[in-house]
């Protein structure tokens, strides 16, 4: 199993940035295709991005495609969620996941004001 431990969040404003980061520990983080999702408050958890572990092919749901970019650097165990553009309606709790292991972190909430 691997703990996944996200930090990053905070307030801002419409229009600007913020990245979320992901710490692993234990298990091969190397080998784990990674992803963002997020929850809304009364929403359903949505997948927003993901990566591969081979290749760093990665995936973005419509809604934050052109202004959302995951990352990872192997070497740190860390994946990372670049946020530009943020809207009012990005504004939720963000997790990391790794889904083959049905490992999750336990979010960093991001709220973003209009």
């Known amino acids: 199993q691997v703990h996944l431990v996200e930090s990053g969040g905070g307030l801002v404003q419409s229009g600007g940035s913020l990245r979320l980061s992901c710490v692993a520990s234990?298990?091969?983080?190397?080998?784990?295709?990674m992803s963002w999702y997020r929850q809304a408050p009364g929403k359903e958890r949505e997948l927003v991005a993901r990566?591969?572990?081979?290749?760093?092919?990665?995936s973005y749901a419509d809604s934050v495609k052109g202004r959302f970019t995951i990352s990872r650097d192997n070497a740190k165990n860390t994946v990372y969620l670049q946020m530009n553009r943020l809207k009012p309606e990005d504004t939720a709790v963000y997790y990391c996941?790794?889904?083959?292991?049905?490992?999750w972190g336990k979010g960093t909430l991001v709220t973003v004001s209009s």
């Open positions: 996941a790794a889904i083959r292991i049905n490992s």
């Open positions: 990566i591969a572990s081979a290749s760093g092919s990665t």
């Open positions: 234990g298990g091969t983080f190397s080998t784990y295709a």
